[in-house]
């Protein structure tokens, strides 16, 4: 099946075309038998069970320079505050913006506002529910981010030196800096594992996983680090929960269905061309 594309899960093309498919299958019914149909009735049921659990849980389409990312909905996106331009005073009757909070600014990394990983290209952040052995109910937030190596490739296009497909073996280990962990080398590599299990009804794509647990911190925090790519652009998102966030949440399976509706841009951003020189043509 094609991946999932639009705000609402699939876009009207390609609605149209899986039902055009469809249709041409029960054309073919007779031809392939009637346990051949029964499967593609079966298949099709799964397909919009599968769109409507994608809708249900995951809030609309964002778009970051041909990124496209459905997070669970209970997450809403940080913005950057407003920052007057340098020297220029407040109009009359207006007031100075106060500069955004550090756990709330989106180039920071969540918990941890001294940390700013490279590459961050948006940030969301929710407040789950808690629990634990010997502990009320409460509430704590939690924390999406996600990077890439894009802004690498627009740099490199003025200095040749910038090297782009380092971008997540330098991330990881400035993430372990920051966090006074061992650094991921071939010496004593992390413990990556494969995301198995997507859906067949989106693109395949290769997804890697590594959970960082933070017990001595307060609270003591899970953080999922997760990667992939697509030809040479890199992608990372980090998930930042408490460890003690109600299983109620959900947020393993919410994670999942954002991670299979992740796309990434086929290519890096091309150079544009210099100014007054020929677009295209002879």
Request: hydrophobic share 40%; charged share 25%.
């Given at each position: 099946?094609?991946?999932?594309?639009?705000?609402?899960?699939?876009?009207?093309?390609?609605?149209?075309?899986?039902?055009?498919?469809?249709?041409?299958?029960?054309?073919?019914?007779?031809?392939?038998?009637?346990?051949?149909?029964?499967?593609?009735?079966?298949?099709?049921?799964?397909?919009?069970?599968?769109?409507?659990?994608?809708?249900?849980?995951?809030?609309?389409?964002?778009?970051?320079?041909?990124?496209?990312?459905?997070v669970p909905k209970i997450f809403e996106?940080?913005?950057?505050?407003?920052?007057?331009?340098?020297?220029?005073?407040?109009?009359?009757?207006?007031?100075?913006?106060?500069?955004?909070?550090?756990?709330?600014?989106?180039?920071?990394?969540?918990?941890?506002?001294?940390?700013?990983?490279?590459?961050?290209?948006?940030?969301?952040?929710?407040?789950?529910?808690?629990?634990?052995?010997?502990?009320?109910?409460?509430?704590?937030?939690?924390?999406?981010?996600?990077?890439?190596?894009?802004?690498?490739?627009?740099?490199?296009?003025?200095?040749?030196?910038?090297?782009?497909?380092?971008?997540?073996?330098?991330?990881?280990?400035?993430?372990?800096?920051?966090?006074?962990?061992?650094?991921?080398?071939?010496?004593?590599?992390?413990?990556?594992?494969?995301?198995?299990?997507?859906?067949?009804?989106?693109?395949?794509?290769?997804?890697?996983?590594?959970?960082?647990?933070?017990?001595?911190?307060?609270?003591?925090?899970?953080?999922?680090?997760?990667?992939?790519?697509?030809?040479?652009?890199?992608?990372?998102?980090?998930?930042?929960?408490?460890?003690?966030?109600?299983?109620?949440?959900?947020?393993?399976?919410?994670?999942?269905?954002?991670?299979?509706?992740?796309?990434?841009?086929?290519?890096p951003p091309e150079k544009a061309p210099?100014?007054?020189?020929?677009?295209?043509?002879?």
């Amino acid at each position: 099946m094609s991946p999932l594309t639009s705000s609402e899960g699939v876009s009207a093309l390609d609605r149209r075309a899986f039902l055009a498919g469809l249709a041409s299958t029960t054309l073919l019914a007779v031809g392939c038998g009637a346990d051949t149909y029964q499967e593609r009735l079966t298949q099709t049921r799964r397909y919009f069970e599968y769109l409507d659990q994608v809708n249900v849980a995951l809030s609309r389409v964002a778009k970051f320079e041909g990124f496209e990312i459905r997070v669970p909905k209970i997450f809403e996106q940080l913005i950057p505050a407003a920052v007057p331009n340098e020297g220029e005073a407040p109009k009359e009757g207006e007031a100075a913006p106060e500069p955004l909070a550090p756990d709330v600014d989106p180039v920071r990394l969540g918990y941890f506002p001294n940390v700013m990983p490279e590459g961050i290209m948006a940030s969301w952040k929710a407040t789950v529910r808690t629990e634990g052995p010997g502990q009320s109910e409460g509430e704590a937030p939690a924390y999406l981010h996600l990077l890439s190596n894009w802004g690498r490739w627009i740099e490199r296009q003025n200095n040749i030196e910038i090297d782009p497909p380092k971008y997540l073996a330098d991330l990881t280990n400035q993430i372990a800096n920051a966090l006074n962990l061992q650094a991921d080398t071939s010496d004593a590599p992390w413990d990556w594992e494969m995301i198995r299990g997507l859906s067949p009804f989106v693109a395949k794509k290769k997804i890697e996983s590594i959970t960082i647990e933070l017990v001595e911190h307060n609270p003591p925090l899970e953080i999922h680090f997760y990667k992939t790519d697509a030809k040479d652009v890199q992608c990372a998102l980090l998930l930042i929960l408490p460890k003690a966030i109600d299983p109620r949440e959900k947020m393993e399976g919410r994670i999942k269905l954002t991670l299979e509706t992740l796309k990434l841009p086929g290519s890096p951003p091309e150079k544009a061309p210099a100014k007054g020189a020929p677009v295209g043509g002879f």
